[in-house]
């Protein structure tokens, strides 16, 4: 029902930035919320950040907000999340969901996820 394929994730120094695009599709993608999500190694994912489709409004988890920055482009069907000041503790597999509750910081409030992208911040 919702396709999500995120890109822009790669190798950057302490203090770096990267912008990561997820591109939806699918016939009802525009009814979901997106949200950003990691995973390193041994850890459970946790909630980055989310966004609305039709009112843009945002949440972000404490460890990025002032650093990290979520946008969308409705007539791009892409999402972004804009990453400044990065950290060695920002490694990890970035994840763009879609989910249609109000559990919008939790895994439990997404249906769809996309493959992921590996961004690693060297110190």
């Known amino acids: 029902q919702v396709q999500l394929v995120e890109s822009g994730g790669g190798l950057v120094q302490a203090g770096g930035s990267l912008r990561l695009s997820c591109a939806a599709s699918g016939r009802t993608f525009r009814s979901y919320r997106m949200g950003w999500f990691r995973q390193a190694p041994g850890k459970e994912r946790e909630f980055v950040a989310s966004i609305s489709w039709g009112s843009g409004r945002t949440y972000y988890a404490d460890s990025v907000q002032g650093r990290f920055t979520s946008s969308r482009d409705n007539a791009k069907n892409t999402v972004y999340l804009q990453m400044n000041s990065l950290k060695p503790e920002d490694t990890a597999v970035y994840y763009c969901?879609?989910?249609?509750?109000?559990?919008?910081?939790?895994?439990?409030?997404?249906?769809?996820w996309g493959q992921g992208t590996q961004v690693t911040v060297s110190s």
């Open positions: 969901a879609a989910g249609n509750t109000y559990v919008y910081s939790d895994t439990r409030g997404y249906d769809y």
